[in-house]
Each structure stands twice: as structure tokens, then as C-alpha cells.
Nanobody, 123 residues
């Protein structure tokens, strides 16, 4: 099965950049949907962005569009979240997730989750 491990979180200043990684040590993503979510303290988890590993568009939440980008390394079975010009409101625990069956990337049942990595943006 899919086994996800995030890394790369930490403290970053507003206007800086940070890249998060999500390594899959289990079976290949194949036709899975893969996405990043985040959860700030006291708030519900929210969709950040995602795509189908087999190809196609990448979708982003309006709050990060133009600042964050998702990419992948097929050989490494790894997904990245590049965070450019982060804002204090981007402070959250970031999770990657995967789903074998998904129609709407932002709203499907993700079965596999990583442990999360904390990102703190200072002003």
C-alpha cells in the first residue's frame, strides 16, 4: 500500500520560500490522486492542491494559487509542494494524501495520509 512521509517543514519568513516533500515508500502512486492539505491550529483541514499521478491538470485552492506549486519526481515516487511568498496565514501542519478513487481532487475520500509537517511563517 501507499506509505507517505512528509518532510521539509520549518520556520520561514514572509516573502521567503520553502519546499515540502512527500515521499511514498509503498506501492507506486499509479492512477492515484495525490494532494496536499493543511490544518491550522483551531481550524478545519483544508485542501491546498492536488493532481492525478497519471497526468492532467494540477488544481490549487484560491488562497495559494500563484504562490504555491506542486511537482513530482516519478523516479523517486515523491511529490513536492513549493511554497513561494508565504504569508503568516499559511502557518499550518501540512499533509500529503493519496486516493485510489477520486473524481473531484479537492473533495474525495483520501485513504492514505502522511504524518504531517509543521510550517510556520513569520512576518
Amino acid at each position: 500500500q501507499v506509505q507517505l512521509v512528509e518532510s521539509g517543514g520549518g520556520l520561514v519568513q514572509t516573502g521567503g520560500s520553502l519546499r515540502l516533500s512527500c515521499a511514498n515508500s509503498g506501492r507506486t502512486f499509479s492512477t492515484y490522486a495525490v494532494a496536499w492539505f493543511r490544518q491550522a491550529a483551531g481550524k478545519e483541514r483544508e485542501f491546498v492542491g492536488g493532481f492525478w499521478w497519471s497526468g492532467g491538470l494540477t488544481y490549487y485552492a484560491d488562497s495559494v494559487k500563484g504562490r504555491f506549486s506542486i511537482s513530482r519526481d516519478i523516479a523517486k515516487n515523491t511529490v513536492y509542494l513549493q511554497m513561494n511568498s508565504p504569508k503568516p496565514e499559511d502557518t499550518a501542519v501540512y499533509y500529503c494524501a493519496a486516493s485510489p478513487t477520486c473524481i473531484v481532487i479537492s473533495n474525495c475520500r483520501y485513504l492514505y495520509w502522511g504524518q504531517g509537517t509543521q510550517v510556520t511563517v513569520s512576518s
